[in-house]
């Protein structure tokens, strides 16, 4: 049996599997089986008023997965499916409280990755998929980021390479007066607004709200070891007095230090740093040092709205 009949026979017998997007990895269950689900939320130990997305091989799969379907989300799923894009939109009655954590809406996505795409389609129906670390934690941007953190008899790791963008899915809610950015990825609230040819809410009004969407507030994509985030070169200079530092560059400058102080580069790009930033945060947590001092980018556009989203929160305490 080849590797994704394997892992489709596992999710149908109710069990777990990490799954391979472009975003990162996941941890998928059939969306369907309230047992499966829970066990994600063991797994990873998810807080249960945190909803999962769920994830379709297909719009028309997701569209099964709500129970309205208005002319915006068809704009946004045609330009943007599959990819990285959540939408929110009030639930079909079959998707399981669990799933949403008992809320009216669900989140669903077709993500951009043929192993995801082809494992959906295996089983025939959508898997819940939040990202497969324990809650909290640098989410995992290849298998090897997952093995190891789940006996492999209880989750079974489909390695699809390194994800192409390596930040989570834009979360974007669909409402009747416009779109709303919950959680910020590549793909901006401008953009989207203007494919969809809708307004663009304020997302701090309604979507950052903990109501609204539990997992975008708060501490989060953190490391063990604590996160500083340093505005300039002298502000890092200062965390590096306090004890030995692994210092992440600034976007395409790399900083130079004397042990037993480590950095690491980043690129300059703004895709190419995203791709590479939960990487970065898990070798600098395995570095030994006493702290993780990011130089934080400072340059606009979604992506770096992204990036900066994550840093905040995984400097938080
Ligand atoms: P994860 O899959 O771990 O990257 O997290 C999924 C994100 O989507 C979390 O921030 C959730 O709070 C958010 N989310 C999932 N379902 C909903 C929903 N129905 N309404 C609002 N936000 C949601
Ligand atoms: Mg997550």
Not at 71 to 84: E, M, N, S, Y
Not at 280 to 292: E, K, N, P, V
Request: aromatic letters at 4%; charged letters at 20%.
């Amino acid at each position: 049996m080849d590797a994704i009949a394997h892992a489709a026979a596992h999710l149908q017998r109710g069990g777990l599997v990490a799954i391979p997007t472009e975003t990162v990895y996941g941890l998928a269950a059939v969306a369907r089986d309230c047992d499966a689900v829970a066990r994600v939320f063991e797994a990873k130990g998810r807080p249960s008023d945190n909803p999962l997305i769920v994830h379709a091989s297909t719009a028309d799969m997701a569209r099964e997965c709500s129970a309205l379907w208005p002319d915006a989300a068809v704009a946004l799923a045609r330009a943007f499916w599959p990819g990285p894009l959540t939408l929110v939109l009030p639930k079909a009655e079959w998707v399981p409280d669990i799933v949403t954590a008992g809320g009216a809406t669900v989140a669903v996505r077709v993500p951009r990755h043929p192993v995801a795409l082809e494992l959906i389609e295996a089983v025939g129906e959508p898997l819940v998929a939040p990202s497969a670390n324990r809650s909290g934690y640098v989410s995992p941007t290849t298998a090897g980021h997952v093995r190891g953190v789940w006996p492999e008899d209880e989750v079974v790791v489909l390695d699809g390479g390194a994800c192409a963008v390596g930040l989570e899915s834009t979360v974007l809610a669909v409402e009747s007066a416009g779109l709303r950015v919950l959680r910020p990825g590549v793909l901006g609230g401008d953009e989207l607004a203007k494919a969809a040819g809708v307004p663009l809410l304020d997302s701090e009004t309604g979507g950052c709200s903990p109501v609204a969407s539990p997992g975008v507030v708060g501490p989060h994509y953190q490391p063990t070891l604590p996160l500083v985030l340093a505005s300039s070169l002298a502000e890092a200079d200062t965390w590096m007095a306090l004890g030995p530092a692994f210092v992440i560059s600034p976007p395409g400058v790399p900083v130079a230090v004397d042990p037993p102080h480590q950095s690491m580069p980043m690129p300059a790009d703004a895709e190419a740093y995203g791709r590479e930033l939960y990487a970065a945060l898990r070798d600098a947590d395995a570095s030994g040092a006493s702290r993780i001092v990011v130089c934080a980018p400072t340059a606009e556009g979604a992506v770096w709205d992204a990036v900066r989203e994550r840093l905040v929160r995984a400097a938080a305490v």
